[in-house]
């Protein structure tokens, strides 16, 4: 059982890792429109903007319309390391005191 708890939580990082590395080829692409536009660019688009969306309404839609900086992928991104970085490992003693 533990082992499986073990790979389970290890796989959620690793797909939590993969996806932040889409997250900044795609805020790489973004300052070359030949790249945004190119069919990579459109896929990786798809994946990435619902979830960067979320972030991007209220105080930061303020500040994103008044200075120019859209600072919603760096917010995404962070809230991305903090589920993998603690909330995974929060999961983990959870499961580990329920189980053992």
């Known amino acids: 059982m533990l082992t499986a708890i073990y790979y389970i ?3 959620i990082k690793w797909i939590i890792w993969v996806y932040s590395i ?3 080829i795609d805020a790489i ?5 030949m ?3 190119s069919f990579v660019g459109r896929l990786i ?3 990435v903007d619902p979830y ?3 972030f991007r309404k209220g105080p930061i839609q303020t500040l994103t319309n008044s200075t120019g900086l859209d600072i919603s992928f ?3 991104l962070l809230v991305l390391y903090f589920i ?3 909330v995974l490992g929060w999961i983990a003693n959870i499961l580990l005191r329920i189980f053992l």
């Open 29 to 33: 692409m973004s300052w070359v429109p």
């Open 84 to 86: 993998q970085d603690y």
């Open 52 to 54: 960067v969306n979320l």
């Open 22 to 24: 889409v997250m900044v």
């Open 9 to 11: 939580l290890n796989t």
């Open 35 to 37: 790249l945004r536009d």
């Open 45 to 47: 688009d798809r994946l």
């Open 74 to 76: 760096l917010i995404g």
